[in-house]
DNA sequence: TCTGGGGTCCTAGGACCC
DNA sequence: TCTGGGGTCCTAGGACCC
C-alpha cells in the first residue's frame, strides 16, 4: 500500500490533500473540530510539526511531506526543524487495521494465495490466478503436460501470455484495493517475491511493474545493494566501505569473498540474492513466535526514584500482554523483558518457566525475576515484556460450559 | 535535536543428555 | 587419564523488516 497510514487519514481529512501530512508521536495532538455558530460548518484545527518537544518519530509521511525530507523513522524534532508547517496527526491503529483487512479481503477474492508482510504489505502466487472476467480455463502451466496431449488438453501457456495474463490480474487487483478501500497501492509481478519486492518500489504511488528473468541485468543490477530485503544498514555500510556500490557489483563479486567478509551464509546468500535467485514458496500460513508489549517512557526514569511509576507500568504492560495473548488464543512458555537505557543500550533477559502461561500475574513474577538480573544504575528510557515458545491455548476443560 | 512498537531470524556459547 | 560426537534446549545480542 501507498504511504499506507498517512493514505488512511487522508480518506477521513480529505481537506490535507495535497499538503505535507506525518504520522507519528503521541495522543497530544487530535485534530480539534471547530463548529461555525451560524452556519454549523465544521472546520478542524491541525497541529502543525512547530514547536513539538518531545519523544516519538515518524511512523508515515505523505509523498508531499517526503519532499521536505520528513521520512518514517526519522524524530519528530528533527522533522519539525526541517518542515515545521508540516501537519502531525497521531497514530490510529485500529483505522488502519481495518483498512488493512479491506484491502486484504479485496485481494482474497481475486488472488487467493496470500503472504501477510504486516499490515500494509502482502506477497501473492499469480500462478493459478485468472483476470477476472476471463473465464477460459486456465491452460496447462508451460512444461506440465504431463497430463497428456489428449483431448481437452490445452496447449501450455506460454511465457508471454503468462505474463501478460499476469499483468491484467494486476490492474484487477489495483482496481479492487481502490474500490474496496479508495487506497492505491503498488504492485510488481515478477518470477519471485525478492524480484518482486524490489520491483515494487521502482513505481510508486499506484505503480505497476513486471519484471521478467530477462529484466535483471537491467532493472535490478544498477540499484544499491540496501534495496534487496535483507541488506540493511549494517551489510550496505559494509558492502559500500568494500567499494560495492550496486547490486550488480555484488553478482560479480567473489563469492568466496563474500564468504570471508561476511560468514558463509550471509556471503553465499548475498551471491543468490544479486543474481535475483529466490526459491521461497508464498507462506499462507504462520503461527506467531512471541508476543509483546513496550513503551517508551517520556523521560528516562531512575530505577530507585521512580520506582513507584516503573512498578506501575510494568504491571500495566503485563496486563497487556495477557490480553493479547487471550485474544489469540496463545500460551507461552518462555517470559523476557528488554530495557533500553538512557544511552540507548539495549539489553534483554529471558526465563522459561515450567508450564505455559498466559496469565498476567504469572508473567509479571517470571519477568520481575528477568529484571533482578540487570543491573540497573542508569536512567532507564524503554521496558518491555515479551511471551515465547508460544503455543496454542487449549480448548479449557475446566471452563464453565460455553466459553 | 536523538533514535517507536511489534515482530522474525540468525549466531554463539553453555548446559545437559546419550 | 586429559578429553568424541552427536543432539536439544536455553539464553543474549544483534540485524533486519513493516
Not at 13 to 22: A, H, I, Q, T
Not at 275 to 282: A, F, L, N, P
Amino acid at each position: 500500500m501507498d504511504a499506507f497510514y498517512a493514505s488512511v487519514e487522508l480518506l477521513r481529512y480529505p481537506e490535507l490533500r495535497g499538503r505535507p501530512v506525518v504520522i507519528g508521536g503521541g495522543r497530544r495532538h487530535q485534530p480539534e473540530a471547530v463548529t461555525d455558530p451560524v452556519s454549523g460548518e465544521v472546520t478542524r484545527k491541525f497541529a502543525t510539526l512547530r514547536g513539538y518537544a518531545g519523544r516519538g518519530v515518524i511512523t508515515t509521511a505523505t509523498y508531499e511531506a517526503r519532499k521536505f525530507g520528513l521520512h518514517s523513522a526519522l524524530g519528530l524534532m528533527k522533522a519539525a526543524a526541517l518542515a515545521p508547517d508540516a501537519i502531525l496527526l497521531p497514530v490510529d491503529f485500529d483505522a488502519y487495521r481495518r483498512y488493512s483487512r479491506l484491502f486484504k479481503q479485496a485481494v482474497a477474492r481475486i488472488a487467493p494465495r496470500i503472504e501477510d508482510r504486516g499490515i500494509d504489505e502482502i506477497y501473492l502466487d499469480l500462478t493459478d490466478v485468472q483476470p477476472p472476467g476471463a473465464d477460459l480455463p486456465l491452460p496447462l502451466a508451460a512444461g506440465d503436460a504431463t497430463e497428456g496431449w489428449g483431448e481437452g488438453a490445452t496447449e501450455p501457456e506460454s511465457e508471454i501470455d503468462a505474463w501478460w495474463r499476469a499483468r491484467d490480474v494486476a490492474r484487477a487487483l489495483k482496481d479492487a484495493v481502490r474500490e474496496a478501500t479508495g487506497l492505491t497501492c503498488s504492485i510488481a509481478v515478477a518470477p519471485n517475491k525478492l524480484l518482486a519486492k524490489i520491483a515494487s518500489e521502482l513505481d510508486k504511488p499506484d505503480g505497476l511493474t513486471i519484471l521478467r528473468p530477462d529484466d535483471v541485468a537491467t532493472r535490478i543490477w544498477p540499484l544499491p545493494p540496501r534495496r534487496i530485503n535483507g541488506i540493511g544498514p549494517k551489510a550496505s555500510a559494509k558492502l559500500t566501505a568494500l567499494g560495492v556500490h550496486t547490486i550488480g557489483a555484488l553478482a560479480h563479486a567473489d563469492v568466496a569473498w563474500l564468504a570471508e567478509e561476511f560468514g558463509r551464509n550471509y556471503g553465499a546468500w548475498l551471491s543468490r540474492v544479486a543474481h535475483g535467485v529466490d526459491d521461497r514458496e508464498v507462506v499462507t500460513e504462520s503461527e506467531p513466535v512471541s508476543i509483546s508489549r513496550e513503551t517508551t517512557f517520556e523521560r528516562d526514569l531512575s530505577a530507585r526514584r521512580d520506582r513507584a511509576e516503573l512498578s506501575e507500568i510494568f504491571t500495566d504492560l503485563c496486563e497487556s500482554l495477557a490480553r493479547d495473548l487471550a485474544r489469540k488464543g496463545y500460551v507461552g512458555r518462555t517470559i523476557g523483558i528488554k530495557l533500553r537505557f538512557d544511552n540507548f543500550k539495549t539489553v534483554t533477559r529471558d526465563q522459561t518457566i515450567a508450564a505455559a502461561t498466559q496469565d498476567a500475574q504469572a508473567i509479571r513474577r517470571a519477568a520481575g525475576e528477568c529484571l533482578k538480573r540487570v543491573p540497573l544504575d542508569r536512567r532507564i528510557r524503554l521496558l518491555g515484556v515479551r511471551v515465547g515458545s508460544l503455543s496454542p491455548q487449549r480448548q479449557a476443560e475446566d471452563q464453565p460450559a460455553g466459553v
